[in-house]
């Protein structure tokens, strides 16, 4: 198995709602990340897991909460979005976070839109 | 600061043709970089990479070329095809990104291929 799994592919959701974001890989890799893309722009790092710890957060608004519960599994939790964080989230993962070939995979991406 | 930058937001090019996209960096502690094609509301698919110790990678129609003295990559698709029309962004990592698997984007080269 060499794919990064995203669920949902679509979502649609309102400023009130919880929802969650779902990724999952099995090919061993022990770091997972979340990156965050508009349109025409490059992705745009927004958490780092190394070894189902979170060792980067870049900043972002408490209204997305990651969560780790094991070495495949990556969850993105949100809560009280707002309107421009509508984007493709794009989750990733690679067999560590040091220099060489990390085997970088990304995901096809959730389309998150928030009304 | 854009530590990772391409300068031709679009390339238009004829089918059978080569392909020429380019991308600077300004970090030298970079050692290992990537090239991503994506199609709108689609993850990044991994195309060829090339560590620091090289030179030039080839794989395939696609060659990426690597002058770490101008910090300087280009990537080169041979023949071109319709179907190679995407955007592309090329990507750094390694001890110039903390030695985390963050990944350093570029802003994309929006590659027309014309039949």
Not at chain 1, 33 to 47: D, I, R, S, T, V
Not at chain 1, 68 to 78: G, R
Not at chain 2, 30 to 41: C, E, G, R
Not at chain 2, 86 to 99: E, L, P
Request: aromatic share 10%; proline share 6%; glycine share 8%.
């Amino acid at each position: 198995d060499t794919e990064v799994t995203q669920t949902p592919k679509h979502l649609v959701m309102g400023m009130t709602n919880k929802k969650s974001l779902k990724c999952e890989q099995h090919m061993g890799h022990r770091a997972m990340y979340w990156y965050k893309q508009k349109a025409k722009k490059p992705p745009e790092l927004m958490f780092v897991y190394s070894y189902e710890k979170l060792s980067i957060n870049e900043s972002v608004p408490s209204r997305f909460s990651p969560e780790c519960p094991n070495s495949s599994l990556l969850n993105l939790h949100l809560h009280a979005l707002q309107p421009e964080d509508s984007a493709l989230y794009l989750c990733a993962s690679s067999w560590s976070g040091t220099g060489g070939d990390y085997g970088y995979t990304f995901g096809s991406g959730t389309r998150l839109t928030v009304v | 600061d854009q530590q990772v930058k391409q300068n031709s937001p679009s390339l238009s090019v004829q089918e059978g043709r080569i392909s020429i996209l380019n991308c600077d960096y300004t970090n030298s502690m970079f050692d290992y970089f990537l090239w991503y094609k994506k199609y709108p509301a689609e993850g990044p698919t991994f195309l060829i990479s090339i560590s620091s110790i090289k030179d030039k990678n080839e794989d395939g129609r696609f060659t990426v070329f690597l002058n770490k003295s101008a910090k300087h990559l280009s990537l080169h698709i041979v023949p071109s095809q319709p179907g190679d029309s995407a955007v592309y962004f090329c990507a750094a990592s390694g001890s110039g990104s903390g030695n985390t698997g963050k990944l350093i984007f570029g802003q994309g080269t929006t590659l027309q291929v014309k039949p």
